[in-house]
């Protein structure tokens, strides 16, 4: 097999301690999220589990020790013995039927079962891992020799769950480092309207948009991150500066598009009850806004996620009717994260009745655009709340140059790989898929050698070359190479 330089378009090495400590906040009642916070799970996993305490691990052994003695000692006496047999078997039958009864999936939420799986991923790492390069090697080992990776850093101080252990700003300062020994990374600086916003007035690298320009353009960022779930919408007008500065650059920017546990966790506000862009048509004959009326904040925090968000970015007359002024982003290279996530893809292959989720067509560009797609659809809402997110990336990709996509996270999902491997054969957007895995954050699904093995098996080599090597390697390449 030849030694390509393939490159993992989407991983993470952020440790627990980059983590807000409040991050059950919204998904558990008070006071629940504040006793199990990141500290406290973080103790646990480093003093109450085998893997992560010796003195525990010796605890458990000596345990094991004193029980295997007392089996010993009563099977010399038949009717102990009888006794410890019974008690036993009568107290795993009962906690059998107590186990069945109150069922995992009746006792907590979708969403409760996400988070403790979270919990459980980053605290195993924060165990065997002390910092982000030794996630990185790590990384590494599940990879041929040559390959690289897309490393995204987060910035959730602005999430409302609390402050983390560890600044973002000592995040990406630690990144810095890494980044000099390892030509291997490319890590993507994470980009919060909210932080440029509280720094406008600052000079120099205090100010951050002035600090993000200045990493990216000697290029020890290799592109921008962005994660609109954590409370705000791709095209903030905080944002535009940095947009304006990455498409001249031909900076790549990464986007969150799936739904997930990391999610703005404050009260929503006001001006969040519609869309600031998007109108229909209704029944009286005037335009509205398209209403938001969710409460939940895993159900509303979607609503800035939404794929439809960036044809209101991409597209000129909606993006200048929203600011104000003449703005042309239709040039950024832009990947939507995800997909759109697994679920977004069920709804598509099973939906057979809507044709806005019978859309993706190996057929000419020029043809494929005489149709009414999800963004030219006349009924804006009935595309927001029905369409998959699955067609309307699709869509955004067929129309928009520089859209591309990734298949982080959801690739765990074998089911969805022939559906993909029909994507891939279409003329018009093979080359805007790219690879990722989503690592770390995907280990509660598998190891990333076992996904990427797999995936690149199933996938063939042309394929996965083409989106791990020749649309990867497009997607990085900026004006500063």
């Known amino acids: 097999m030849k030694n390509h330089r393939i490159i993992n378009c989407h991983s993470h090495i952020f440790t627990i301690d980059h983590v807000p400590d409040e991050f059950g906040k919204s998904l558990l009642p008070w006071p629940f999220y504040r006793i199990l916070s990141i500290r406290t799970i973080k103790w646990y996993y480093k003093n109450l589990t085998v893997q992560g305490s010796k003195k525990y691990r010796s605890f458990i052994h000596q345990r094991d020790k004193i029980l295997f003695k007392l089996k010993d000692i009563l099977k010399f006496t038949v009717v102990l013995w009888a006794v410890y047999y019974i008690i036993l078997r009568v107290f795993k039958w009962l906690f059998k039927i107590t186990i069945t009864f109150l069922r995992w999936d009746s006792l907590f939420s979708p969403e409760v079962k996400a988070l403790i799986e979270r919990y459980k991923t980053l605290a195993r790492y924060s165990i065997n891992y002390k910092d982000q390069s030794s996630i990185f090697n790590f990384l590494k080992k599940n990879y041929p020799a040559g390959a690289r990776f ?82 705000y919408y791709p095209f903030d007008k905080d944002l535009i500066p940095l947009y304006e500065f990455a498409r001249e650059y031909d900076i790549p920017i990464m986007t969150h598009c799936i739904r997930g546990t990391v999610f703005y966790r404050g009260k929503k506000k006001e001006e969040w009850s519609q869309h600031p862009i998007l109108q229909y048509n209704s029944k009286e004959g005037d335009y509205k806004y398209i209403p938001f009326p969710q409460k939940k904040n895993y159900e509303f925090t979607t609503n800035f996620t939404h794929p439809l968000n960036y044809h209101c970015l991409l597209n000129k007359e909606l993006l200048s009717r929203y600011l104000g002024v003449e703005k042309d982003l239709s040039g950024l290279k832009i990947c939507l994260g995800h997909f759109g996530g697994e679920d977004e893809w069920t709804r598509y292959s099973q939906d057979a009745w809507n044709n806005y989720n019978n859309n993706i067509a ?120």
């Open 362 to 481: 190996p057929i000419e560009k020029s043809l494929y655009l005489l149709r009414k797609n999800t963004l030219d659809h006349a009924s804006t809402r009935t595309i927001w709340w029905n369409a998959s997110w699955l067609s309307v990336i699709y869509d955004l990709m067929v129309v928009y140059e520089n859209v591309y996509a990734d298949v982080s996270f959801i690739l765990h999902n074998r089911e969805l790989y022939p559906t993909l491997k029909y994507i891939l054969q279409d003329e018009k957007v093979r080359h805007k898929i790219l690879f990722g895995t989503d690592y770390y954050v995907v280990a509660q699904k598998g190891v990333d050698k076992w996904l990427y093995q797999n995936f690149r098996s199933y996938m063939g080599e042309e394929l996965f070359m083409q989106m791990a090597e020749t649309n990867a390697g497009e997607f990085i390449r900026t004006k500063f190479a």
């Open 150 to 231: 897309v490393v995204l850093s987060m910035d959730m101080e602005y999430m409302e769950a609390g402050k983390p252990k560890i600044s973002y700003l000592d995040q990406i300062d630690e990144l810095v480092r890494i980044k000099a020994k390892k030509e291997d990374m490319l890590p993507f600086i994470f980009a919060d309207p909210r932080r440029i916003a509280e720094t406008s007035d600052k000079q120099g690298k205090g100010n951050y948009i002035n600090l993000m320009m200045s990493l990216l353009s000697r290029k020890i960022f290799n592109g921008i991150k962005i994660y609109p779930a954590l409370g």
